[in-house]
């Protein structure tokens, strides 16, 4: 009897103990996508401090045909953040006076309140100090949480993919990626790929190409243009005689060079437009190296929303689907 009653009690001491920490036992995110919650006490919210960290939160998005945040920033004060908002799938948490213990920012997710939550916490003793931090941190800030965004993303068009059409492209390019299920095939060659998402109000495109690697040169941003352009002539017609695909020069097409699931990869993002016609809208590029096979595959996605100006949300979620693209040589994503 001693022996049950031990062992019921070291049960019931494990579970309460794996509480915390036990995703399955918390409740899911609120907000929408893009949304942030800023956790910030009415003394510092219009203050320098305050403007300091909304300017990071709320600067314009690059590549976009109307000007839109980053981020919908909401503001509360400690006082109001109560449990039905600890919720809010983004958190920023800010603590600025003389009791902070620890000054600095740090970043959770795992051990928050709700399932795929990530939290922000920046600390510290003074609001001059306060603004020195979100200086210093303001791009990782940015960067861990779009990559939450991108990650659910990611999370949720997996649970919903097309498998037979993700094989069927894999096999076609010699690679893995997510392909959901909203994305129909538009134009399948042995040269090009078009997959759309089609709505009344909306379309979502994710094009794919490929072209021989011979080297750095391949990778610049000219070149990569000069493709694209070519390629789209050749394969994306618009709705009148003689009009095409292509891309708008009138704003600056950006160019970055980062590492996709261990590969390098070039990404640009800008506006296209159809020459010929009076469409147009933003588009998300990646060139990926192929380095074991001398190949660059190009994944160029694209989102027209004529009657809506908002235009992230769209974006980023075609987006997320460029960062699933795995070679058989890659290693494993870095956390």
């Not at 933003?282 to 060139?287: G, R």
């Not at 075609?318 to 795995?326: H, Q």
Request: net charge neutral; hydrophobic share 40%; with cysteine.
């Amino acid at each position: 009897m001693k022996k049950i009653v031990l062992m019921t009690a070291l049960f019931l001491s494990l579970l309460a103990g794996g509480c915390k920490n036990n995703s399955a036992l918390k409740p899911n995110i609120s907000g929408a996508m893009g949304e942030v919650l800023m956790v910030m006490d009415d003394k510092w919210r219009n203050s320098p401090a305050g403007d300091s960290i909304k300017a990071v939160l709320m600067q314009a998005m690059v590549g976009l045909p109307q000007i839109e945040p980053i981020f919908k920033l909401s503001i509360t004060p400690h006082r109001a953040f109560t449990d039905n908002m600890r919720t809010f799938r983004n958190l920023v948490i800010t603590n600025i006076g003389a009791d902070v213990q620890e000054e600095g920012v740090s970043y959770r997710q795992g051990d928050t309140y709700a399932k795929d939550q990530v939290m922000v916490q920046i600390n510290a003793k003074t609001a001059e100090r306060f603004i020195e931090l979100v200086g210093e941190n303001q791009y990782k800030i940015v960067a861990f949480l779009l990559k939450a965004e991108r990650q659910r993303s990611i999370n949720y068009y997996d649970r919903y993919e097309d498998a037979q059409l993700a094989e069927k492209v894999g096999k076609q390019w010699g690679m893995d990626m997510i392909i959901p299920n909203i994305l129909k095939i538009r134009k399948m060659t042995d040269t090009f790929t078009w997959l759309s998402n089609e709505t009344p109000t909306m379309s979502q495109g994710l094009m794919i190409y490929s072209f021989d690697y011979h080297g750095e040169s391949v990778l610049t941003k000219e070149y990569l243009l000069n493709k694209r352009d070519s390629v789209l002539q050749a394969n994306v017609p618009g709705p009148s005689d003689g009009s095409y695909m292509g891309t708008e020069y009138q704003v600056p097409v950006t160019y970055k060079v980062l590492e996709v699931n261990g590969h390098y990869t070039v990404e640009m993002r800008g506006l296209w437009k159809v020459v010929g016609d009076l469409m147009g809208g933003p588009f998300v590029l990646f060139a990926h190296l192929d380095y074991e096979n001398s190949k660059v595959i190009v994944t160029d996605s694209y989102v027209y929303l004529p009657d809506e100006p908002k235009k992230r949300n769209f974006v980023w979620q075609m987006e997320s689907l460029l960062y699933t693209v795995k070679f058989p040589g890659d290693e494993k994503p870095k956390s």
